[in-house]
């Protein structure tokens, strides 16, 4: 009987160190990710190179219209004087201008998104290092981006943002 009762506390030992060390390996935090992504020093070149880059698409965008606009009024100048033929080639012209404007703008938003990834993956990058070196050292095995969760409640020690910040050297 004796023995049976050791085992017993045993086992309810082993139980007990077993939810505690669960307990403490599943302790969750949170990020405000955009916050500090928006603070940082090196967001703003980011912001500037972007915004020349896009320059030099809106730039383009901008003669491609001008050319449809000429074309489009020249075509509706000379359009009651115009031969049948010489008409379906004007009206092709115009939407072949107008296709490759499409195209272009399609194009130049895809590459201006391709450029914006790629020149903000070293800052999340960054951003993700630091909130993976501040969760190891608080003892946090899951942190969650709370800019694009909803939290309903949560306890305000378990918000990484700070110190997240001190991390990178951002007030």
């Given at each position: 009987m004796k023995?049976?009762?050791?085992?017993?506390l045993f086992a309810a030992c082993i139980t007990l160190t077993a939810?505690?060390?669960?307990?403490?390996?599943s302790k969750q935090g949170f990020v405000y990710f955009s916050a500090i992504v928006d603070v940082m020093p090196q967001k703003a070149v980011l912001a500037k190179t972007l915004q020349d880059y896009q320059k030099t698409f809106a730039d383009q965008y901008q003669l491609m219209q001008t050319e449809y606009q000429t074309k489009g009024a020249e075509y509706e100048k000379g359009r009651a004087t115009m031969t049948d033929a010489v008409r379906q080639v004007k009206e092709g012209e115009l939407s072949d201008i107008q296709n490759r404007i499409q195209k272009f703008s399609t194009d130049a938003q895809q590459k201006m998104e391709q450029?914006?990834?790629d020149l903000a993956k070293p800052l999340?990058?960054?951003?993700?290092?630091?909130?993976?070196?501040v969760a190891k050292e608080k003892g946090y095995g899951y942190v969650?981006?709370?800019t694009s969760q909803i939290l309903v409640v949560s306890?305000?020690?378990?918000d990484l943002t700070p110190a997240v910040k001190l991390?990178?050297?951002?007030k």
């Open positions: 023995k049976l009762i050791k085992v017993a939810s505690f060390v669960a307990k403490a390996q450029k914006q990834q999340f990058d960054q951003v993700k290092a630091a909130v993976a070196a969650l981006d709370a306890p305000a020690a378990d991390k990178l050297g951002i």
